[in-house]
């Protein structure tokens, strides 16, 4: 079970650092579809916050919206805690 875990993580980082690529460079292009910010959220929910984050940084995008700013790293430190008290206390 570990191990398919560690394949989602994987994946879920690439994918949300590869979405905040994709959506840089449409922002450029006007009238171009977006990635909706919803799905950024949600692919950094379900374990791609440090992929996010990254893509925040490697493209600069997302950077002055506040609540990406504080709540991308508000997201890794809440998946951080739970996978530590899992540790802790289950495993």
């Known amino acids: 079970m570990g191990r398919y875990f560690l ?3 994987a994946a879920a980082n690439l994918t949300a650092f ?4 994709v959506d840089k460079r449409r922002a450029k ?3 171009a579809w977006r990635v909706r910010e919803r799905t950024l959220f949600l692919w950094a929910i379900s374990g ?3 992929g996010a984050i990254a893509g925040m940084r490697f ?3 997302k950077t ?3 609540y990406f ?3 991308m790293p508000l997201i890794l430190l809440v998946q ?3 996978a530590g008290l899992y540790w802790y206390y289950i495993h």
């Open 7 to 9: 394949v989602w993580l």
């Open 18 to 21: 590869v979405l905040m690529g």
């Open 29 to 31: 292009q006007p009238g």
């Open 48 to 50: 791609g916050s440090i």
């Open 59 to 61: 493209f600069h995008h």
């Open 64 to 66: 002055k919206h506040w």
């Open 69 to 71: 700013v504080w709540g």
């Open 80 to 82: 951080a805690a739970s």
